[in-house]
């Protein structure tokens, strides 16, 4: 279906762990986010500390998104502030806030870019880089989430996972011409999935 490569040496979440995540995120958001992590990768040190870089892929089928909803990107000013509207209640005592830092959209990859920058009750702040990549099912999105401190070190280690994305032939997106028309709105989920991933860590992290 597709491929990437991560870091050297990273190893793979265990399956029950994802399903976790995914169960917790459903009750916490009170079924606002039902996403699914397929995969999830993290350094050797992690288990040393929880803290340290991971990354999660999700697979999303749940249909077609016409890439016209991001020809035209709104400005980061107003997408930061709806963000304001869809902040999960669930999740207010783990993350004090999130904002939009970067949106941008490639026509030659379809690929959506997002980093969200999200501050942690008592942990503070941390970053979370998306790469959604749109298929002819829906879409491939890989997200990296690691301390704020650590984020320029970790954007050309999220860069080089981006480039390595091949995505089968069968299932690579392909443009027409109703896909002009603006479809339904990405960034929200976006922002929902930011606010989760960021709020599990700071979960784990205290019950180690």
């Not at 981006?162 to 922002?191: E, M, Q």
């Amino acid at each position: 279906m597709f491929s990437l490569e991560v870091p050297p040496g990273w190893q793979e979440f265990a399956p029950l762990e994802l399903e976790e995540l995914s169960t917790w995120a459903a009750t916490a958001t009170a079924g606002r986010s039902v996403e699914v992590y397929q995969h999830g990768y993290f350094p050797p040190e992690f288990l040393d500390d929880p803290w340290l870089p991971h990354i999660l892929v999700q697979i999303r089928e749940s249909g077609r998104i016409p890439y016209g909803e991001f020809l035209h990107l709104r400005p980061i000013e107003e997408i930061q502030s709806s963000s304001k509207t869809w902040f999960p209640q669930g999740l207010q005592p783990l993350v004090m806030g999130i904002t939009v830092d970067r949106v941008s959209f490639d026509r030659s990859t379809f690929c959506v870019r997002l980093e969200h920058a999200l501050e942690l009750r008592f942990k503070g702040p941390v970053r979370v880089l998306t790469a959604a990549f749109l298929t002819e099912r829906g879409l491939v999105a890989i997200h990296y989430i690691d301390r704020k401190a650590r984020i320029d070190e970790g954007r050309h280690r999220f860069d080089a996972i981006v480039n390595s994305v091949s995505i089968d032939p069968t299932l690579a997106y392909r443009p027409r011409l109703l896909d002009r028309l603006p479809g339904l709105p990405y960034f929200i989920a976006a922002g929902i999935v930011a606010i989760v991933l960021a709020a599990y860590v700071l979960r784990r992290r205290s019950a180690s």
